[in-house]
């Protein structure tokens, strides 16, 4: 009677082989190697520990990774010679199709599984990444690779955390925040690009606002200076822009300290419930193309400065917690005054250190994102948006008034819960 647990191994390798199978057929048309070679190296990796088991040997396993190696380099040798071109990621996909059998054997299904969609996902996405590419220029490119090697380098030499006045600051958890915030910012920073400039100003102050609010609210006040028929346009890019940050914010501050999440749900909901039908309130008019683009988040400056910012405010509201809580409010606004993103990921750290409360780190958020819209209305009026910041007064000013109410009121209902 043959065994469950053989049955499934043997299922699953197929499925895995015949994922990545289907993908090369699909995306190549290929019929040297498609769907069925691809599932029977899966199994044939899956099979080879099993009989290793067995016999209690595993030359079997290393047998058969040199035989598929073979395989894959004579695939892609007569390629050159045939008219069907099979190519080098092709070969590499059988060799990786054989260790996946291999994860199965071993016990790593789940892992299997997981690697298995993955690679198939980025050998799908061929086309797709190479428009990616396209869409970047040498320069990005070039800050793109210098915050890579810049991540490679600094990661094994960082320690967990040093000691600033007696502060304990968390230096691994920070730099793993840059990174987060980094891959956040590529993802968006990418999406930007794909969008036509033609009546979308408020969807890019939407995506931009998530990178760099003022260096958003910069680019839509250039184009505004080029085409005033795009006043109602750059209205509502900035009301987004102001949206995008404060969702921007949440979502970082609940990433890092989750227990915020309930505390901060209600105002930011309120926020969002103010500020999204007042964007739409301004009615869209046809206006020229105009060129707008966001610089690359990506580079070792971005990232420095990003980090000593943080590093910077986490000491200084860790130092105002030990003399009151006002100080840490007012050092919480001074410091969005300048760069909020740091505010709102040191309160977060704290939390999570315990430093302090969910309800003082809520409040210090509100007022932080408050003092970041004060901070965006005199870069507004400095690029010569006079007249826009008289229309989308009223709407921010409420929105500040809502996010306040709505944090004092959800602290009172957690106090009584």
């Known amino acids: 009677m043959v065994e469950g647990i053989f049955l499934e191994g043997l299922a699953t390798s197929l499925l895995i082989g015949a994922l990545l199978g289907l993908e090369r057929e699909y995306s190549k048309k290929q019929e040297v190697v498609g769907l069925r070679t691809f599932a029977l190296i899966s199994l044939f990796g899956y099979l080879a520990v099993v009989i290793s088991g067995v016999v209690n040997n595993n030359a079997l396993v290393f047998i058969g990774f040199v035989f598929v190696a073979i395989f894959s380099v004579l695939l892609y040798t007569t390629s050159l010679t045939r008219t069907e071109k099979i190519g080098f990621t092709t070969s590499i996909s059988v060799m990786l199709t054989y260790l996946l059998g291999l994860f199965v054997g071993f016990g790593w299904r789940v892992e299997a599984v997981f690697l298995g969609v993955v690679i198939s996902i980025v050998l799908f996405s061929k086309e797709r990444l190479h428009l990616v590419v396209e869409k970047l220029t040498q320069k990005e490119v070039g800050d793109l690779l210098e915050f890579l090697v810049l991540l490679g380098i600094i990661y094994p030499l960082l320690p967990a955390s040093i000691s600033i006045f007696g502060i304990a600051v968390p230096l691994l958890m920070i730099w793993g925040i840059i990174v987060l915030i980094s891959v956040i910012n590529f993802c968006v920073f990418i999406g930007t690009r794909y969008i036509p400039i033609q009546h979308k100003a408020e969807l890019f102050g939407f995506l931009g606002g998530l990178i760099n609010t003022q260096a958003i609210i910069e680019a839509m006040m250039n184009a505004y ?15 987004l822009a102001n949206t995008a940050m404060y969702l921007r914010n949440f979502i970082l501050i609940t990433i890092i300290a989750p227990a915020t999440l309930f505390v901060l749900g209600l105002p930011v ?31 070792v400056w971005p990232a420095a400065k990003l980090g000593l910012a943080i590093l910077v405010v986490f000491v200084l509201l860790e130092l105002s917690m030990g003399f009151s809580k006002d100080l840490l409010l007012l050092t919480a606004i001074l410091g969005s005054l300048i760069y909020s993103l740091a505010v709102i990921v040191s309160l977060g750290s704290m939390v999570l250190n315990g430093s302090i409360s969910v309800n003082q780190a809520a409040l210090a958020f509100i007022l932080a994102n408050a003092a970041s819209v004060v901070s965006n209305f005199f870069v507004l009026y400095a690029t010569g948006g006079r007249d826009v910041a008289k229309k989308v007064d009223k709407p921010m000013i409420i929105s500040v008034i809502v996010s306040l109410v709505g944090v004092l009121l959800s602290i009172a209902i957690f106090a009584l819960a």
């Open 225 to 239: 200076r080029q085409n005033k028929r795009m006043f109602q346009n750059v209205a509502s890019g900035f009301i």
């Open 269 to 299: 909901v309120l926020v969002l419930l103010t500020l999204v039908p007042f964007s739409r309130l301004f009615v869209l008019m046809k206006h020229k193309e105009a060129r707008m683009r966001i610089s690359s988040p990506f580079g």
